[in-house]
């Protein structure tokens, strides 16, 4: 069975930054690409960003790049998104997703979720 469970979330100011973390068991991770999503009140789910087995990352929203970045610890079986810059619009809470292969493009299903963390950003 695949776990995946997110910690770092929080209340911070615009501007501020937050880290968050996605510890994953039950699949060999090093092999297999993680991915974020977000989900604010009365919004679709969107995809943030994806990072390959090989540590390729892609930013599927044109509104994080630049602030955010994905990064993986192999060795730690965990998957983190850096978030820089915060904006009150960046309000949301933040899945951890673990796709079925090595690749994540945006357009990729997903695959098993974490229970999500909340991210709120003041103005």
């Known amino acids: 069975q695949v776990q995946l469970v997110e910690s770092g979330g929080g209340l911070v100011q615009a501007g501020g930054s937050l880290r968050l973390s996605c510890v994953v068991s039950?699949?060999?991770?090093?092999?297999?690409?993680m991915g974020w999503f977000r989900q604010a009140p009365g919004k679709e789910r969107e995809f943030v960003a994806g990072?390959?087995?090989?540590?390729?990352?892609?930013y599927c929203a044109d509104s994080v790049k630049g602030r955010f970045t994905i990064s993986r610890d192999n060795a730690k079986n965990t998957v983190y998104l850096q978030m820089n810059s915060l904006k009150p619009e960046d309000t949301a809470v933040y899945y951890c997703?673990?796709?079925?292969?090595?690749?994540?493009?945006?357009?990729?299903?997903?695959?098993?979720w974490g229970q999500g963390t909340q991210v709120t950003v003041s103005s």
């Open positions: 990072i390959s087995w090989s540590r390729n990352s892609t």
């Open positions: 997703n673990a796709p079925p292969g090595p690749y994540y493009t945006c357009n990729s299903p997903p695959g098993y």
């Open positions: 039950g699949r060999t991770f090093s092999r297999y690409a």
